[in-house]
């Protein structure tokens, strides 16, 4: 009986030898050696830890020697590369300066002659027929008109004051009327030929004297128009 008894004790120790160590094996997750708090002993280095008789690598403390590490996280993927500037717009292309302007062409230049003639010259005493020399004076005057754009020949006719200022008058005006019709006979537009008498109200001279009275029978004639400058 009693040896019964000690092979039951036997068996019920070895039962809670091997239940304590599978609860240690169960409680144990490293094989480093650990304070009661977990942390594991190390021997001075940083990592060094100590180990029993069962570890392994897998089975190291992760801040241990000997512990796998985790594979280093992967490079991260490089960023991609800018997309190119855009080309620039192309300059435009330069525009051609417009050509100067012409040079204004110069107005025709105005064209004003006044000749005086003697009427003594053109004319025998109280008469209004021209002479030959008036008429040679008269086609001297007309060809110097060729290069001039004609706009009006003036024809005044003048006398002294001899005779009555009414026979005066109508002489000057015949005077200045012969002129004109000399100057249409050489191909000068009628229209373009303006005459006037004023007798004696015009001298020039003093009528007292005999020179006096021969200046101021005489006739003027002016020529009005314009030629292009060169």
Known sequence: MK??????????????????????????????????????????????????????????HP???????????????????PAP?????????????PPPAPAPVAPPAPVSEKVTFAA?????????????DAKAKLDDLVSKTSGVNLEVIIAVGHTDSDGSPAAN????????????????????????????GKGEASPVADNKTKEGKAKNRRVEIEVVGTRTRR
């Open 3 to 60: 040896k019964l008894n000690k092979v039951a004790s036997l068996f019920a120790t070895a039962t809670l030898a091997m239940a304590a160590g599978s609860a240690f094996a169960q409680a144990k997750s490293v094989d480093n050696w650990t304070s009661g708090f977990g942390l594991p002993w190390k021997a001075g280095a940083a990592d060094l830890c100590w180990r029993d008789a069962f570890w392994t690598p897998a089975t190291a």
């Open 120 to 132: 003594d010259a053109f004319y025998d005493v109280g008469k209004s027929v021209l002479k030959p």
């Open 169 to 196: 008058q109508k002489l000057s005006v015949a005077r200045a009327e012969s002129v004109k019709s000399y100057l249409v006979s050489k191909g000068i537009e009628a229209n373009r030929v303006y005459t006037e």
């Open 63 to 81: 801040s241990c020697d000997g512990a796998p590490k985790a594979a280093p996280a992967p490079a991260p993927a490089p960023a991609p590369a």
């Open 85 to 97: 500037a855009p080309a620039p717009a192309p300059a435009p292309a330069p525009v051609a300066p």
